[in-house]
């Protein structure tokens, strides 16, 4: 069973940047559409969708992040990567990797990303 571990979050001011990695023990290729969400705190367990990537790089992204934030995948290096420029204090959240549609196996336990002045 293919594990997803999550990387790159930390503490970061308003505008600045961050890169996120989703590693893969398995092959992205075969899973299909890969995507990125957040749970923000406070608003219990919803996972908000964030972005997602399909096998052959066609994109979509939520509303709110459209224009600051860019998913890409390495098919070869079992990776998905979300960058996250102009990152503003709402962005603050745990940020997870999965498929498209989501599949509980999947979760892991997510990068904390934390947007202060």
């Not at 970061?12 to 890169?19: A, E, K, Y």
């Not at 972005?51 to 070869?76: C, E, L, Q």
């Amino acid at each position: 069973q293919v594990q997803l571990v999550e990387s790159g979050g930390g503490l970061v001011q308003p505008g600045g940047s961050l890169r996120l990695s989703c590693a893969a023990s398995g092959s992205i290729f075969s899973i299909g559409t890969m995507g990125w969400y957040r749970q923000v705190p406070g608003k219990g367990d919803q996972r908000e969708f964030v972005a997602h990537i399909s096998r052959n790089n066609w994109v979509n992204y939520a509303d709110s992040v459209k224009g600051r934030f860019t998913i890409s995948r390495d098919n070869a290096q079992n990776t998905v990567y979300l960058q996250m420029n102009n990152l503003k204090p709402e962005d603050t959240a745990v940020y997870y990797c999965n498929k498209i549609p989501p599949a509980t196996q999947y979760w892991g336990q997510g990068t904390q990303v934390t947007v202060s002045s």
